[in-house]
């Protein structure tokens, strides 16, 4: 996985929640410095249900270019095309993202009060799928992660559960 | 009289008693080929957000002729999974979708995230009414769930329909992708009360603590 600098963009993405404290981070000064020194040149943001809204900003030499937006259909091409994705701890998202093939920080949200989403996002970091931060490690996570440590996420077969079904079903499999 | 009565209540007792037996000792065997000739009515227990997302995902992937006519439960206080499954119905191939009718409905939610016990008990109570109430009703063949608290009195009432009655309920649990060390309390229970005739898991860590649990590979 290539550290891409000169296409793409980072992507931040909540989903449908409202996950204020991550785009609040990623939209700091901090973390701009820590994407610009990463050779991110932008970012969009994704803010579902939240309030605080980032700065938009059209980019220059010194700063990232900035954009977001709420909600959209479909998130795909955000996803097929972000150079980095900084995803909330949603499996939807996570497992859209890794299916992407596109490298990926997960920030898990430590206000919700059962984070059962931790467990999903350790264990695809264990495996080197994925890249597991807080709001308060995340500007440290992108400073020192290594994207050439990554594996790609390897295809599923979803369809294994249908035919477990079908066959205990008694329903021939053509 | 009072004997007689006595010897009924007793006799009508050891039946339920002895059907109650009978359906966990066959829960999970696999059905007879002879069943399976025809479509199998099927409830959808739908829960919030990624609950909904990974149950309408693989509903998506079963073969629709098969499983069908297909009827979504949801929450009352659930105001996005339906209309969801219907957009999904209707993208479904129209002839196949025409035969048999999707149906939708709502049942009462036994507690909401931060309700106090006292009236929680009430409320279960209701939810589990209404459970029995849908069950009967809809008779399904086969009853999937993926976690949601809504799925409990909707398995339980599935369990009583097969002890009540010779109606056999295939009941299948799919625990959601992101238990991977631990099981949701739903599927916790549901495992404990051996009452699912198919519980699936998606990470292997949970199969070697949950030995009944079977482990296909993941839905996503």
Redesign the interface.
């Known amino acids: 996985m290539e550290r891409d600098s000169t296409r793409g963009y980072v992507f931040v993405t909540v989903g ?1 929640t409202s996950f204020d404290a991550l785009v609040r981070i990623a939209d700091s000064r901090a973390c701009r410095e820590a994407l610009l020194s990463r050779g991110y040149s932008s970012v969009v943001f994704q803010i579902g249900r939240g309030s605080y809204i980032p700065q938009k900003s059209t980019g220059d030499e010194d700063s990232l270019k900035t954009n977001y937006f709420t909600f959209a259909p479909s998130l795909a091409d955000f996803i097929k095309n972000a150079a980095l994705i900084i995803s909330h701890a ?3 998202s996570i ?1 859209e993202a890794l ?1 992407a093939g596109r490298p990926l920080v997960v920030v898990a949200n430590d206000a919700l009060m059962d984070n ?2 931790m ?2 996002a ?2 695809l970091a264990e495996s080197k799928y994925l890249f597991c931060a807080s709001p308060g490690t995340l500007v440290n996570t992108i400073t020192t992660m290594d994207l050439s440590s990554l594996i790609r996420y390897p295809a ?16 021939s499999n053509q | 009289m009072k004997m007689e009565v006595q010897w009924l209540l007793w006799t009508v007792f050891s039946i339920l008693v002895f059907r109650f037996a009978f359906a966990l000792w066959s829960t999970g065997r696999a059905l007879a080929p002879c069943l399976s000739k025809r479509p199998f009515c099927t409830l959808i227990v739908l829960g919030s957000g990624g609950h909904t997302a990974e149950m309408l995902d693989l509903v998506s992937m079963l073969n629709h002729e098969r499983y069908s006519p297909r009827c979504y439960v949801a929450a009352l206080t659930d105001n996005m999974s339906l209309s969801k499954a219907q957009r999904l119905e209707e993208s479904f191939i129209p002839q196949a979708a025409a035969n048999h009718k999707a149906r939708y409905l709502q049942i009462y939610r036994s507690r909401e995230v931060g309700q106090s016990y006292l009236t929680s008990m009430v409320t279960t109570t209701i939810g589990m009414a209404h459970g029995l109430w849908i069950v009967f009703r809809i008779r399904p063949d086969i009853i999937l769930c993926n976690g949601p608290g809504t799925c409990l009195p909707i398995c339980i009432a599935g369990f009583l329909l097969k002890i009540l009655s010779f109606k056999w309920v295939v009941m299948v649990y799919i625990e959601s992708i992101a238990r991977v060390r631990k099981l949701s309390l739903t599927g916790l229970l549901l495992y404990k009360l051996c009452l699912m005739d198919q519980f699936f898991v998606q990470w292997p860590k949970l199969k070697n603590k949950f030995p009944r649990a079977q482990y296909v590979d993941r839905l996503m």
Not at chain 1, 156 to 171: K, R, W, Y
Request: aromatic share 10%.
């Open positions: 449908t949603g499996s939807g497992f299916r059962h989403q467990e999903l350790e264990e599923s077969t979803p369809l294994a559960v249908v035919q477990a079904l079908d066959q205990f079903l008694g329903f």
